[in-house]
């Protein structure tokens, strides 16, 4: 028990009470008889028995319930101040007791403990609920994201069904066309097509919204830029038969903002069974791939990239770089001795096919044109023959003392040539006096000849052709960037 000073001036004692099973601080006048606590009981139970003399009646009261200080004043249930009672039991009496004359409003703890959570119970709690989240919500996002892929999926097959099979009906599916650009701006008129790129100059970019996508090859994951996307080939529609031939791709952005690839297959045929209101097969002459969400990633085929009927990557693995000279790669070496120069092809069997862009006219018949040998060679490889200025870029490294070195210069003499560069080629410098090497490029659309670069111990030129049945001059190949 202490005595403590209260606000107006009036001393009053500071008692442990016990009520209710709670044990509670509270305060009497000074002139307040002091209570009598009798605590009994084992454990934590909280029994008691309190006697009590009232000042102003001089009784005693033995009750388990009674509360101390009960006459005058209301009992104290926590906060500043008194409430009163439940039910008003036990209400004051003012002219028996002599503490309704003070005035006590100071309360330091509730009479009724009230069930809280600590700190600790509330960081624990919270902790639960962060891991269960980090644990589910990862497969609840995938399968919303998977559910909203999979209507976008059949929102723009829908699409591409209704504008193949309108065209159809109007009878311009199975048209001559020149390309998959013009097969593509007829198909324009029956579904919204925003924007359409041919796939020339790299203008894939102007479409697509990224610069490469992810694919898997069998056996790993592999990245292929979209500017390689740009043969029948290269997304596994390479195989021509009887009934299938498609051509180049075009990419086009649809009025929704769906990106795909787009081929035509020029020997389609009008099909009657797919112009049905529940059919969902995308008509075979068209092919290719589309984004299901646009930029966002992964631009994974299999996953947002869907194919429209069986399209899919097919990048042939570039070949072994050899050595690098004036920064271009080199898959094929040169061959100084007497069997190093290129197989002998037949011109015809090859002219007019885009795969070899080189060849524009045979002067030649049978199997006798060494050149095409080289041109086969290379671009069945995944290479080209170097062009006349890179031949130059490459004798600007063969001589380093040369100040410059133009694609069709004549005769430029030099002390010596670098035999680290020029072993670079596939040439051993010490057997050797001097080499040729083809370049990709005819001399005219009559000639029977082809452009070289002459390598000399003393000095290069590049101003002349060579009949390309000759078979001394070498070649190299260079990687394609």
């Not at 007019?352 to 490889?381: F, L, Q």
Request: proline share 5%; hydrophobic share 35%.
């Amino acid at each position: 028990m202490g005595i403590i000073n209260l606000k107006n001036g009036t001393n009053a004692k500071l008692f442990l009470f016990i009520q209710r099973s709670k044990c509670r601080l509270g305060l009497l006048p000074v002139n307040f008889p002091r209570p009598q606590h009798h605590l009994s009981g084992r454990g934590s139970s909280c029994r008691r028995g309190t006697s009590h003399t009232n000042a102003g009646e001089g009784t005693t009261h033995r009750d388990k319930s009674y509360t101390p200080p009960m006459k005058g004043l209301p009992p104290f249930e926590g906060g500043l101040g008194w409430v009163p009672s439940r039910k008003g039991k036990r209400a004051a009496t003012a002219k028996t007791s002599s503490l309704a004359r003070e005035e006590v409003r100071v309360g330091l703890f509730p009479v009724r403990g009230k069930a809280a959570f600590t700190l600790a119970e509330v960081l624990i709690t919270l902790a639960i609920i962060g891991v269960v989240a980090a644990l589910t919500l990862p497969t609840l996002i995938a399968k919303v994201n998977e559910k909203v892929d999979g209507n976008q999926k059949k929102v723009t097959k829908a699409k591409l069904i209704q504008g193949l099979n309108m065209l159809d009906l109007h009878g311009g599916i199975n048209n001559t066309y020149s390309s998959t650009a013009e097969f593509a701006e007829e198909l324009s008129k029956y579904m919204k097509i925003t924007k359409i790129c041919d796939g020339t100059n790299s203008a894939f970019s102007e479409c697509i919204p990224y610069s490469e996508i992810t694919y898997n090859n069998g056996t790993e994951d592999k990245t292929v830029e979209i500017t390689k996307l740009n043969t029948a080939n290269s997304l596994g529609l390479g195989t021509v038969t009887d009934e299938q031939e498609f051509m180049a791709p075009v990419a086009m952005v649809l009025a929704d903002g769906t990106p795909m690839f787009l081929t035509y297959n020029k020997k389609c045929i009008s099909d009657p069974d797919s112009i049905k209101s529940d059919n969902k097969k995308i008509h075979g002459c068209v092919d290719g791939l589309y984004d299901l969400n646009g930029s966002r990633m992964p631009n994974r085929v299999g996953k947002d990239l869907t194919a429209m009927n069986k399209a899919s990557i097919n990048i042939a693995e570039g070949p072994a770089v050899l050595a690098t000279i004036a920064g271009y790669d080199i898959i094929k070496q040169a061959d100084s001795s007497s069997t190093g120069q290129p197989p002998a092809k037949n011109c015809e069997d090859y002219l007019g096919n885009s795969k070899y862009p080189e060849i524009t006219h045979c002067p030649y018949s049978g199997e006798t044109d060494y050149w095409v040998g080289a041109v086969v060679t290379c671009r069945d490889m995944g290479g080209h023959l170097p062009t006349m200025t890179e031949l130059a870029d490459i004798a600007k490294a063969v001589y380093p003392r040369l100040s410059s070195v133009s694609a069709y210069q004549g005769y430029q003499s030099a002390a010596s040539w670098d035999t680290t560069e020029v072993a670079k080629l596939g040439i051993d410098p010490s057997s050797v006096s001097g080499f040729i090497l083809w370049s990709s490029e005819e001399y005219s659309s009559t000639s029977d000849g082809s452009r070289f670069r002459d390598f000399g111990s003393g000095g290069t030129y590049g101003t002349s052709d060579y009949r390309r049945y000759y078979d001394f001059p070498r070649f190299v190949c260079l990687a394609d960037n």
